[in-house]
């Protein structure tokens, strides 16, 4: 069984991903071992499917995007960086997460598109960032993050409880940053993985690797607007979590940057990110506030 598991479960009700690394015979990093749902953001377990575009079409529309193409990869670092695992290639406009429930993207997922729809094509984007579109945005980014960990090549790492909380709000253990990037290869980008270093007390090392490997770290990058999506495992806090010289906007910090203020970086991979258990929280929380 996977590490990670709790519970155990039936091989073959594994995500394919999981069932044919485990027949490689590779030590599997942590993740979240679940066997797959009906649906991957409710209980339902009957009723229609439906398919929710990773990025949705009046987005690609906007930017002119609808056939932009895109060849989704895993690289193995463990590997010296190979190519480990790989989906076809295909145009964004085909780009989605096919185990969604009809009503969750009819309902909630669609009111959600609404309200990012004037904020994710507002130009220029100008002016403070209010709280309703931080929390907005964090919340679509979030969604997305979801959308793009169930159904790509790369290990579950959101939890059951976490995916059916988007439906009312953003859950407890995602925070989101924003940045700007220089250089843009198309219009959309992404990549998920695991924290670049931690750092924590030596009573705290051996269980360091694990909480790493069960961290989430999600970059999105829409044209020269960049979000990183990070889901962190109990006990992790996710504001335990920290991009270099980005702006939170979730949890919603003591003052939100203006848009113009948000840091740049020469590309959308352009963080690192690091665990910090060292300093104590309230000093930790503050220094991620900030957008400088």
């Known amino acids: 069984m996977p590490p990670g598991s709790e519970q155990p479960v039936d091989p073959d009700r594994l995500r394919k991903f999981d069932r044919n690394l485990i027949e490689t015979g590779r030590r599997l990093a942590h993740r979240v071992v679940e066997p797959v749902p009906f649906r991957w953001f409710c209980d339902n377990i009957a009723g229609t499917r439906s398919k929710e575009h990773i990025f949705p079409q009046w987005l690609l529309k906007h930017h002119g995007a609808m056939d932009e193409r895109v060849h989704p990869i895993r690289i193995s670092m463990p590997l010296g960086g190979v190519v480990a695992s790989e989906r076809g290639e295909r145009p964004l406009r085909a780009h989605f997460n096919g185990e969604v429930c009809a009503r969750c993207n009819n309902g909630w997922m669609s009111s959600l598109e609404v309200s990012a729809m004037p904020i994710l094509t507002q130009s220029p984007r100008q002016g403070c960032i209010t709280d309703d579109e931080a929390t907005t945005l964090a919340r679509w980014f979030a969604k997305t993050a979801v959308n793009l960990n169930v159904s790509q090549p790369f290990r579950l790492l959101v939890d059951r409880l976490s995916r059916h909380a988007l439906a009312t709000g953003i859950p407890d253990r995602f925070a989101v940053d924003?940045?700007?990037?220089?250089?843009?290869?198309?219009?959309?980008?992404?990549?998920?993985?695991?924290?670049?270093?931690?750092?924590?007390?030596?009573?705290?090392?051996?269980?360091?690797?694990?909480?790493?490997?069960?961290?989430?770290?999600?970059?999105?990058?829409?044209?020269?607007?960049?979000?990183?999506?990070?889901?962190?495992?109990?006990?992790?806090?996710?504001?335990?979590?920290?991009?270099?010289?980005?702006?939170?906007?979730?949890?919603?910090?003591?003052?939100?940057?203006?848009?113009?203020?948000?840091?740049?970086?020469?590309?959308?991979?352009?963080?690192f990110t690091h665990i910090d258990l060292i300093g104590d929280p309230p000093q930790r929380e503050e220094g991620r506030s900030q957008s400088s």
Request: glycine share 4%; aromatic share 8%.
């Open 178 to 271: 924003l940045f700007r990037v220089r250089k843009q290869n198309g219009v959309f980008d992404w990549v998920q993985k695991s924290p670049d270093a931690a750092s924590c007390p030596q009573a705290q090392l051996d269980g360091m690797q694990r909480l790493m490997e069960l961290t989430l770290v999600t970059h999105i990058r829409i044209a020269d607007l960049v979000a990183v999506v990070i889901h962190a495992p109990e006990p992790l806090l996710p504001t335990d979590v920290i991009p270099d010289r980005t702006a939170r906007i979730f949890p919603l910090p003591d003052g939100l940057p203006s848009w113009e203020e948000l840091p740049f970086h020469d590309d959308y991979l352009g963080p």
